[in-house]
T-cell receptor, first 117, second 115 residues
Framework: AQTVTQSQPEMSVQEAETVTLSCTYD???????LFWYKQPPSRQMILVIR??????QNATENRFSVNFQKAAKSFSLKISDSQLGDTAMYFC??????????????FGQGTRLTINP | GAVVSQHPSRVICKSGTSVKIECRSL??????MFWYRQFPKQSLMLMAT?????????EQGVEKDKFLINHASLTLSTLTVTSAHPEDSSFYIC???????????FGDGTRLSIL
């Protein structure tokens, strides 16, 4: 079974700083997908970024980028020029390729990120 | 695009009541929907996977008779908490995929409080 681990329960940075959230996972599969979701106080789950395991290039979405290290099974999220609206719980998630059955998301424990003014 | 609507957003009811929560994909057809439960300050726990036209697949430890899931169409899945008790109080969230190998998109969740 796959597992996802986020070792940082809480993080806090000043506005405009850069912050990196860590995520490691365990799987025996070669094809899969990784995601970062954001859950602000409103509790809505918002997709931040996705990465396909077969792509070597790290995904980027504006101020958000990932450092995907497949061999190390590491998938960190970097937020540049952090903003107050980035304050939220961040979840790392793993999803199998469709060839391996139901595509359930496996979530990490979450990292609570606070951006201070 | 990829909007998932969940209703109601908040329910408060007496113990013994059955509560139905709806999850709709507004601008796409979802062959698969998922139901999660989230306790305060914790991660999401998958309860079941719902496929259109077939029985839901429940995760280990989730009571099928307590949490009834129906996925009658490609845009609607419902979760019914039967004879709810205070321990069923929680935040329930649904999600749907736009297609295979696509991310899950989430509804806004339902906060259920059983008195």
């Amino acid at each position: 079974a796959q597992t996802v681990t986020q070792s940082q329960p809480e993080m806090s940075v000043q506005e405009a700083e850069t912050v990196t959230l860590s995520c490691t996972y365990d799987t025996s599969e070669n094809n899969y997908y990784l995601f970062w979701y954001k859950q602000p106080p409103s509790r809505q789950m918002i997709l931040v970024i996705r990465q396909e395991a077969y792509k070597q290039q790290n995904a980027t979405e504006n101020r958000f980028s990932v450092n995907f290290q497949k061999a190390a099974k590491s998938f960190s999220l970097k937020i540049s020029d952090s903003q107050l609206g980035d304050t939220a719980m961040y979840f790392c998630a793993f999803m199998k390729h469709r060839g391996w059955g139901a595509q359930k998301l496996v979530f990490g424990q979450g990292t609570r990120l606070t951006i201070n003014p | 695009g990829a909007v998932v609507s969940q209703h109601p957003s908040r329910v408060i009811c007496k113990s013994g009541t059955s509560v139905k929560i709806e999850c709709r994909s507004l601008d796409f057809q979802a062959t698969t929907m998922f139901w999660y439960r989230q306790f305060p300050k914790q991660s999401l726990m998958l309860m079941a996977t719902s496929n259109e036209g077939s029985k839901a697949t429940y995760e280990q430890g989730v009571e099928k008779d307590k949490f009834l899931i129906n996925h009658a169409s490609l845009t609607l899945s419902t979760l019914t908490v039967t004879s709810a008790h205070p321990e069923d109080s929680s935040f329930y969230i649904c999600s749907a995929q736009t297609g295979e190998d696509q991310p899950q998109h989430f509804g806004d969740g339902t906060r259920l409080s059983i008195l």
